[in-house]
């Protein structure tokens, strides 16, 4: 072991995310993200998967970290590799999976900000009225047409 020598950063690398369209009648639950990426802009529940996690089982963890909603059958959707500019031409590298998970129209169960310090709080938006701005990977999906609905 050497020792004395400062080792260089490790290089970056691109980091695999899953992120939940959670569905309620005609509207999707999306809160403002707090976070350096993509501060203040509108954004799906979700996070990084962790080492041997599936894509639902993420999902379901992450949805139920941010927002203490429990959600049953989660579906894949799509996948996006979404390379963004950050500030001093840093560059953030995402692999995201999309996945649908659909909540009881009637149910009562409410989303609870349980990570302030990352999110304002969260709430359901119609689709054919949602938020803006949009959190950039997002926004260009709806853009593109994308309609995360199974029907
Ligand atoms: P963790 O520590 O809980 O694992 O992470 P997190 O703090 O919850 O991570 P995050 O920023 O919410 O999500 C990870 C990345 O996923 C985010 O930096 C960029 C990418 N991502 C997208 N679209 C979306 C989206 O709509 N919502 C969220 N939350 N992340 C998204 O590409
Ligand atoms: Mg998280
Ligand atoms: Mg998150």
Redesign the pocket.
């Known amino acids: 072991e050497k020792t004395g020598e400062a080792s260089p950063p490790p290089p970056p690398v691109p980091r695999v995310?899953v992120?939940v369209f959670l569905l309620k009648g005609r509207s999707v639950l999306l809160g403002r993200r707090l976070?350096s990426?993509g501060h203040s802009t509108f954004?799906?529940?979700?996070?990084?998967l962790e080492f041997g996690e599936s894509f639902e089982e993420c999902a379901a963890r992450?949805v139920k970290?941010?927002t203490g909603l429990v959600i049953g059958k989660v579906e894949f959707l799509t996948v996006?590799n979404?390379v963004m500019m950050l500030k001093e031409q840093k560059k953030?590298h995402?692999v995201?999976i999309f996945m649908r998970a659909v909540m009881d129209e009637d149910s009562k169960e409410v989303a609870m900000n349980l990570e302030p310090d990352?999110c304002d709080g969260w709430d359901w938006y119609e689709w054919e009225q949602l938020p803006h701005p949009l959190?950039g990977?997002?926004h260009n999906m709806v853009n593109q047409g994308f309609n995360p609905f199974p029907i």
Do not use: D, M, Q
């Open positions: 995310a992120v976070s990426v954004a799906l529940p979700g996070g990084h992450e970290e941010e996006i979404n953030c995402y995201t990352k959190f990977p997002l």
